[in-house]
């Protein structure tokens, strides 16, 4: 192993190091990994932020299995029909391995290795973007604006129309920001470090200066002012951070955390996205839109339910200013520091409208931001769909959630284990293999667990088959008819950068990222329970999940629980996916042959799978915890890199505990 220094080198490495590697085929691997390990562990602790290339003869060995975050460059063979040479680097792209003639008498092929690695500043340009200074003062005089703002004004104008009042008053909100808060252009270059503050620049211009004028001893003394600045900012930074931790502000902890380790997770290739992907995925995610009949005749409440201008204010004051604004571009901002004087009006609009049954068009208005589901998007149902949806209106759904959790019965579907107080997937789990192990005790059974993936679940809710199953649950009329209003007619439109599709009107399906959303989809799904007391079904949110009890052989209740739960569905309007429904069986009985017969579901096969990821966990055949830690083992690994970063950036021990 060589540290070098290369004359060009990508200002985000610090140093090279270059490894040769060479295991003999009959070696113990394990032993040789671990040594190699060992080498290469201790000097990214000392240089965390070099570039490592580690290249030579390998033969079966595989240095993924003790460094992951390792990617392998060679992909064709180099001996007969064998890869056995191998080049590895931390970055994906940072090579192109081409194979070559042998040299000499060797009976390996030569690999020529073409350089493809872009530094951070030519892979991405920089990002311009137009914000809103916020200050106090923005603040205080908002406050001001609102405070002498006669809000009856609005409802006179509207002569009690609730889509008008509801538009005039965020118009009117929305003017006020624009005249109060001023806009500036920020420029983010893509290797900007957080800790980088005005004293720093100005060291750097200073030391720029210097050398430009060709003044040596000015240029030294800049030179050390900059180094000063540099160690002073980074100083002021990790107290920033750390305290953070101490104040449990863990979000903004994780944040810097994030930025110091230049950690990001998995990133998603999106591809090229054209003008018409938006009007595309519209119109995908309103493919179970059904123009059915929404009218119900529900009586009247004589005591509608209203809510109170002091719920309304601490709502207002709990709002994450953090969160994206809906499609009306009203920051959560605002909601806060003028939760006082905004109070009076938005309780005076929801009250009118939970009176006439009425949601305003301009608080069901959604906008659609598509999140990839997985690392490499080939099709419109790769992409998640995440409402963005008005502060304002989430603010009194909160309000209206509590009411209706507050009427629903403590022992309403207990095995439902999503948004309910003191329930959790820990709890799923538990009862999950509770359920499995003990009957596993008991001679001659088995255990079939079907993990059940219905398409797009919150999309396909019928709002009309919902309120009838509210009214059943004695939810009071006026609510069930202001509910169905909420979920219908609801203007939709899916965003891509600065791309935005054309606008349509739903009627089927409940906003995900909407807060009452989570909620009606449970209650929707309350009357979905096991049939026969030999099964049990635990629903966590959409995730659904059949454990089926078997003894002597007979699979008839549990076969009778799948047809019985796929009719279910059928009924409900809910698109089982039954090429991602998987099955577990656990079955420690030596079998006499044959196997077990597989479940069908519409006509196609369920797949078997040994191991299973439930809930955060991995569920082995055999219900031991080995892939699991392996799993979390791996994991921990890749972390170790991080680890570094955030020692050499000088972190207290507690946060680097704390991020492991």
């Not at 624009?178 to 980088?196: A, G, M, S």
């Not at 007391?533 to 549990?558: L, P, Q, R, V």
Request: charged letters at 25%; hydrophobic letters at 35%; aromatic letters at 10%.
């Amino acid at each position: 192993m060589i540290r070098c220094r290369p004359f060009y080198l990508p200002r985000e490495f610090t140093a090279i190091f270059c490894t040769a590697v060479y295991i003999p085929p009959h070696a113990d691997t394990t032993r040789a990994l671990d040594e190699l390990f060992d080498a290469i562990d201790r000097q990214e602790t000392l240089h965390p932020e070099a570039a490592f290339i580690v290249a030579g003869d390998f033969n079966k060995a595989n240095m993924k299995k003790v460094l992951p975050k390792f990617y392998q460059h060679v992909n064709f063979p180099t001996r007969g029909e064998n890869i056995l040479d191998h080049v590895y680097t931390l970055y994906a792209h940072a090579y192109k391995a081409r194979p070559r003639p042998a040299f000499g008498k060797s009976d390996h092929s030569s690999v020529l290795l073409l350089p493809a690695y872009r530094q951070k500043l030519k892979r991405e340009q920089p990002m311009m973007r137009s914000v809103q200074r916020w200050t106090d003062q923005s603040d205080s005089t908002l406050r001001h604006c609102f405070n002498i703002t006669d809000w009856e004004v609005f409802r006179t104008a509207a002569d009690n129309n609730i889509n008008n009042y509801a538009e005039y008053v965020m118009d009117f909100i929305h003017k006020c920001i624009n005249d109060v808060v001023p806009r500036v252009n920020v420029r983010t270059y893509p290797n900007q470090k957080p800790w980088v503050n005005g004293e720093a620049r100005a060291a750097l211009r200073a030391r720029t200066a210097a050398f430009k004028f060709g003044d040596p001893s000015e240029y030294k003394s800049s030179r050390y002012a900059l180094r000063k600045a540099i160690k002073t900012a980074k100083g002021q930074y990790r107290e920033k951070v750390e305290s953070c931790y101490s104040n449990s502000n863990i979000r903004n902890m994780w944040t810097g955390l994030k930025t110091i380790t230049d950690y990001k997770g998995k990133s998603c290739r999106v591809g090229v996205v054209t003008a018409s992907l938006p009007d595309e995925l519209n119109t995908f995610y309103a493919r179970f839109d059904k123009h059915l009949s929404q009218e119900l005749l529900l009586e009247e409440d004589s005591r509608p339910y209203q809510i109170s201008q002091a719920d309304m204010c601490k709502h207002f004051r709990k709002v994450n200013t953090r969160k994206a604004p809906g499609p009306d571009n009203i920051p959560g901002r605002v909601f806060k520091a003028c939760a006082h004087e905004l109070a009076d009006v938005f309780t005076d609009i929801f009250n009118l409208s939970l009176l006439q049954s009425a949601v305003p068009t301009c608080f069901k208005m959604t906008t659609i931001i598509p999140v990839p589901k997985k690392m490499n998007v080939s099709c419109l149902n790769d992409y998640r769909p995440v409402a963005l949806t008005s502060i304002a209106m989430k603010c009194f759904e909160r309000i209206g959630k509590a009411h209706i959790t507050s009427l629903l019965p403590a022992s309403l579907d207990p095995l439902q284990f999503a948004y309910r107080s003191n329930r959790s997937t820990d709890d799923a789990i538990a009862i999950a293999l509770h359920t499995a192990l003990s009957h596993l005790d008991q001679r001659n059974t088995y255990v079939r667990m079907l993990f059940i993936d219905c398409s797009s679940a919150f999309n396909t809710i019928v709002p009309s088959r919902l309120v009838m199953k509210l009214r059943d649950l004695n939810i009071g009329s006026s609510l069930c008819s202001w509910i169905l209003d909420f979920l219908t007619n609801r203007p939709q439109v899916v965003r891509i950068g600065n791309i935005t599709s054309s606008t349509l009107t739903l009627s089927t399906g409940a906003p995900q990222g909407c807060v009452l959303s989570p909620l009606l989809y449970t209650l929707f799904t309350h009357d979905c329970t096991a049939t026969h007391s030999s099964n049990t079904i635990i629903k966590f949110a959409d995730d659904t999940t059949i454990i089926g009890c078997i003894s002597n052989g007979d699979e008839s209740a549990y076969r009778a629980e799948v047809r019985a739960l796929t009719s279910w569905c059928r009924d409900n309007n809910l698109l089982l996916n039954v090429s991602k429904t998987k099955e577990l069986i656990v079955d420690y009985r030596r079998l006499q042959g044959g196997g077990h017969t597989p479940i069908h579901i519409e006509g196609a096969e369920v797949e078997r799978v040994s191991c299973f990821r439930f809930l955060g966990i991995n569920i082995s055949e055999d219900l031991s915890w080995s892939h699991h830690v392996g799993v979390i083992t791996k994991a921990a690994r890749q972390r170790l890199f991080f680890l570094r970063r955030l020692r050499r950036f000088g972190m207290d021990s507690r946060i680097l505990t704390n991020f492991y």
